[in-house]
């Protein structure tokens, strides 16, 4: 945590996450709404990719204060969209919050660490699942780093996975 907040904020990184388009049109709330106050409100550049494919990649660049910031209203705004969705339906535990970044693969193996205890760390000191997909993604050199929690927690462990990438 002090590493972020310390030296880490000028750095400028770039997180990419994907995200169904059928879920887009929630997000973007009419026009882009939501996501262009995300951009005043965090400062971090936010770019959703055009196309009709079934996925589309979000992509976060700036300061790292300013992506967590980016970040941390994704995630809150994905829990409101779950419990908008529940509110008709009779579950009653709510799902947690599922965000899919993109990491390059051959950061994947600092992100994993020595047998796994890297991975096992961040889930532990955030509380939220992460799973790396083993193989890549179709005609790329990247892998699909799922996270899913509380948005707290999907928050902190961006952050660690941030740290890990700066380092």
Do not use: W
């Amino acid at each position: 945590e002090s590493k972020v907040s310390e030296g880490g904020l000028n750095v400028t990184l770039t997180i990419r996450l994907l995200m169904h388009g059928k879920v887009r049109g929630s997000h973007s709330g009419g026009k882009g709404e939501t996501v262009k106050k995300m951009r005043e409100e965090s400062g971090a550049r936010i770019n959703i990719s055009e196309g009709n494919c079934p996925e589309r990649i979000v992509t976060i660049t700036g300061p790292t204060d300013a992506i967590f910031k980016a970040f941390a209203m994704i995630a809150y705004k994905f829990e409101e969209d779950i419990t908008n969705s529940m509110s008709n339906s009779t579950a009653t535990s709510k799902p947690p919050v599922t965000l899919r970044l993109v990491v390059p693969a051959s950061q994947c193996g600092s992100l994993i660490g020595k047998g796994g205890s890297k991975i096992k760390e961040i889930r532990e000191s955030t509380g939220a699942q992460v799973q790396v997909a083993g193989d890549m993604l179709p005609n790329s050199t990247e892998r699909a780093v799922t996270i899913s929690g509380t948005p707290d927690a999907i928050i902190q462990c961006v952050k660690q996975i941030c740290v890990v990438m700066l380092e």
